[in-house]
């Protein structure tokens, strides 16, 4: 156990429609980093935050948001959903300090339909 | 650009043989080094990492890696496979810097055989 948790584990949806990924991180950890997997690929950066900001941006969509909030939990928003959306998505989190490694959470597994 | 490359993208062992996954990195100032592991449906998990000191290291479930600065290179390596080390495996480096702190790999997934 990684000690970050998401939810849900599992969602399917519809095109066009909007979903809410939750991401809490280890006890301690002030980043968070979001990625996407799709079909065992590799993984695709997302996003960073760090202690309630943006740290970082990557390949992430204008369709999707994210935020950190004061209790440190991440939410990542996908809107208009598209097939090719349909990915693993992982959360992670790290102290910042001593060149710390990432903690993966077991991820969310959206598909859409 | 700073990146990491692992030139193979599948690699087959028999089980009981030594077994290595290959990576190399290119980025400015130290590297800090890692490898993970990702069984199917499951996120990654940490295997081992680099940060300074000696240049073998020794990790999780009997792998090791070797970092070689002249060669930029951070393989890992296990002397016997077995067969529930297939998986995918992926090297990452995190920078010193601000913005965007861990690079990964494309993954190498490998497959010991009975």
């Known amino acids: 156990d990684s000690g970050v948790t998401q939810t849900p584990k599992h969602l399917i949806t519809a095109t066009g429609q909007r979903v809410t990924l939750r991401c809490s991180p280890r006890s301690g950890d002030l980043s968070v980093y979001w990625y996407q997997q799709s079909l065992d690929q590799g993984l695709q950066f997302l996003i960073q935050y760090y202690n309630g900001e943006e740290r970082a941006k990557g390949n992430i969509l204008e369709r999707f948001s994210a935020q950190q909030f004061p209790d440190l939990h991440s939410e990542l928003n996908l809107s208009s959903l598209e097939l090719g959306d349909s990915a693993l998505y992982f959360c992670?989190?790290?102290?910042?300090?001593?060149?710390?490694?990432?903690?993966f959470g077991e991820g969310s597994r959206l598909t859409v339909l | 650009a700073q990146s990491v490359a692992q030139p193979e993208d599948q690699v087959n062992v028999a089980e009981g043989n030594p077994l290595t996954v290959k990576c190399t990195y290119s980025?400015?100032?130290?590297?800090?080094l890692f490898w993970y592991v990702q069984y199917p449906n499951r996120g990654l998990q940490f295997l081992l990492k680099?940060?300074?000191?000696?240049?073998l290291v020794k990790g999780s479930y009997g792998f090791e890696a070797e970092f070689n600065k002249s060669q930029t290179s951070f393989h890992l390596k296990k002397p016997s496979a077995l067969v529930s080390d297939s998986a995918l495996y992926f090297c990452?480096?995190?920078?010193?810097?601000?913005?965007?702190?861990?690079?990964f790999g494309p993954g190498t997934r490998l497959s010991v055989l009975p």
């Open positions: 990452a480096v995190r920078l010193d810097n601000y913005g965007q702190n861990f690079v």
């Open positions: 680099y940060i300074t000191g000696d240049n």
């Open positions: 980025v400015s100032g130290n590297p800090y």
């Open positions: 992670a989190s790290s102290v910042d300090w001593d060149h710390g490694e990432l903690f």
